[in-house]
């Protein structure tokens, strides 16, 4: 992180109560996210990156306070979110803003264009009538959509466009960070491509801070210096893009890179593939030690009776896993050499 934070997350946990089970009806919890730490600095960009029910959601939706946290701190500059009372939130929900992935159900369809960027305006700010017309005309055109849309309804517009109408209405109160839910995985991939450089020019312009969450690992890519990747409600890898992406230190975030394919086949052939066995554990009853010891390819004795801790790695970040302390030595090398070397997994 190059600047002064933005946000700041520390040891966030966050539940749900799911439905009772037993004779006795005791209603039980899922630990979502699990003693979850992130920092981002003002006008940057983190990716957070995991399989599907990792808990990247869940993180985003407490650190907006639009979900309870169990406990941690959450801070947006020097305030405190996660202990802000019901006032002190509708003054935050101004600086604190989120993109859904679909924009098909995230804009309220009986709405204009120009009421549904109105309403942020009327909740939070005092601005009269035609100021807030002219606003919202200046929005339209700086995410590349035609003034003259405000009096058209979501319908009429297509995924692209509506996810531009939803970045929009994010944007209206120039708010300090936007987490951005899978902002472009519904859509095609040239359209991809357009809205992603959007939310580029968007974030130089306005210094907005973001937190994208993924599991498109060439998205985060293009869009993110920095990672984070979840497994099972916990971050087990963070660091620099270029870093995490060239030489993963932990083996799920190998697994990860290692499913996605390389545009180039010569540096396809080279790359070991690492294929998980399993399915991600149920949150209900994560596995003892290191949560990802159930599906790692190197586990050892030591990985079910301890949790991890977390170790600096070379050229920025942090990664956990026994491997790094008590492994076969990797003698300085990366987790991904290691692999090579071995030749523990086989190109699949
Ligand atoms: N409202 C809810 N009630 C109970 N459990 C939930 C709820 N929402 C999510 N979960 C559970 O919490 C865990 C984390 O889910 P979450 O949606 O945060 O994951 P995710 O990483 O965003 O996944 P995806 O990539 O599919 O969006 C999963 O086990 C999920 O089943
Ligand atoms: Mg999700």
Redesign the pocket.
């Known amino acids: 992180m190059s600047n002064k934070p933005c946000l700041r997350v520390e040891n966030l946990h966050v539940s749900?109560d799911?439905g009772s089970t037993g004779f006795l009806g005791k209603r039980r919890k899922?630990h979502?996210v699990n003693d979850v730490s992130l920092e981002i600095g003002a006008g940057e960009t983190l990716g957070l990156v995991?399989e599907?029910?990792?808990?990247?959601?869940?993180a985003g939706l407490a650190i907006l306070r639009l979900i309870d946290v169990a406990s941690g701190t959450v801070r947006l500059g020097e305030t405190d979110v996660a202990g802000a009372t019901r006032s002190e939130l509708r003054a935050l929900r101004r600086r604190m803003q989120m993109v859904f992935q679909d924009p098909y159900s995230s804009l309220n369809p009986s709405m204009t264009i120009a009421q549904l960027l109105e309403e942020p305006l009327i909740i939070h700010a005092d601005i009269p009538k035609d100021e807030r017309k002219a606003m919202i005309g200046r929005m339209l055109e700086s995410v590349g959509l035609h003034a003259g849309y405000a009096a058209r309804y979501p319908h009429e517009f297509s995924g692209g466009q509506r996810q531009r109408i939803a970045i929009a209405r994010a944007m209206m109160l120039h708010p300090e960070l936007v987490v951005l839910d899978e902002p472009v995985s519904a859509l095609d991939v040239s359209t991809q491509s357009q809205i992603m450089n959007l939310l580029k020019k968007i974030q130089g312009d306005s210094g907005t801070a973001f937190l994208l969450v993924a599991?498109d690992l060439s998205v985060v890519r293009l869009m993110s210096p920095r990672v984070a990747v979840m497994y099972l409600g916990e971050i087990v890898e963070t660091g620099p893009s270029g870093r995490v992406y060239d030489q993963p230190a932990h083996p799920y975030t190998a697994a990860l890179i290692s499913a996605v394919p390389f545009p180039d086949p010569e540096r396809q052939r080279r790359v070991n593939r690492i294929i998980l066995g399993g399915d991600l554990p149920s949150?209900m009853s994560p596995p003892s030690g290191c949560r990802f010891r159930t599906r790692c390819p190197f586990v050892m004795d030591i990985c079910s009776k301890e949790a991890p801790p977390k170790v600096a790695v070379e050229g920025g970040g942090l990664a956990s896993c026994h491997l790094h302390a008590h492994g076969p030595k990797l003698g300085g090398r990366s987790l991904n050499d290691f692999i090579r070397d071995k030749q523990i997994v086989s190109a699949a």
């Open positions: 749900y799911v899922l979502a995991g599907s029910g990792s808990g990247k959601s869940t599991h949150p």
